[in-house]
């Protein structure tokens, strides 16, 4: 792994001062040879930068998915994110008392949303989509679809064993029913 990266930071960075600090001239020979010391400690350095994201995530989300949402978080990858939550939303179903009126109903749906981030720590473009599925508790008809779908581009602030905050806009849309252009904000803890 350690040459794959060496080789793509030479390719990228070839008339840099890295490359100038990765290789030095051989005179003797008229060759360029490679300084192994110097490519470990780059190599090392963009290992621990890897080692060192935060992994779990716990925050509370403002307006965004829903209401308001609780959610974990957990990185699958370097720049890849999943998140567990719960969110409150609201449905309409159908009033069994008053066969052509509908009832408001709210209850915490669980969702599920995959976030991919740009940029380096603890700063991050993020980019996501998911979905909320309302648990079907006792009721016989939705006026409603039960499923929404939820996205975001917005601005992460995660950092390891430190405050977590993410803004940003964050649509929404009801299967069949409704679109509503949203803006969100979360606020948690990351580790």
């Avoid at 929404?148 to 950092?159: A, F, N, P, T």
Wanted: charge should be neutral; include cysteine.
């Amino acid at each position: 792994m350690r040459n794959i990266i060496f080789l793509c930071l030479v390719c990228i960075y070839s008339n840099s001062t890295i490359s100038q600090n990765l290789f030095e001239r051989n005179e003797d020979r008229n060759a360029w040879s490679l300084d192994y010391y110097n490519a470990s400690a780059i190599g090392d350095s963009i290992n621990d930068s890897i080692i060192n994201a935060p992994g779990i995530s716990v925050f509370f989300e403002l307006a965004g998915k829903g209401y308001f949402s609780v959610n974990v978080g957990f990185k699958i990858k370097e720049k890849h994110r999943l998140s567990f939550g719960l969110t409150y939303l609201d449905y309409d179903t159908k009033d069994e008392s008053a066969p052509d009126s509908v009832k408001y109903n709210t209850w915490m749906s669980p969702g599920i949303m995959y976030y991919y981030l740009f940029g380096t720590g603890p700063s991050y473009l993020e980019l996501g989509a998911g979905l909320s599925i309302s648990p079907r508790l006792n009721v016989d008809f939705y006026s409603d679809h039960p499923l929404s779908l939820h996205g975001v581009i917005g601005y992460r602030y995660q950092k390891k064993n430190g405050f977590f905050f993410r803004a940003g806009f964050t649509p929404f849309y009801r299967v069949n029913v409704w679109f509503l252009p949203l803006l969100g904000v979360s606020f948690g803890y990351s580790w």
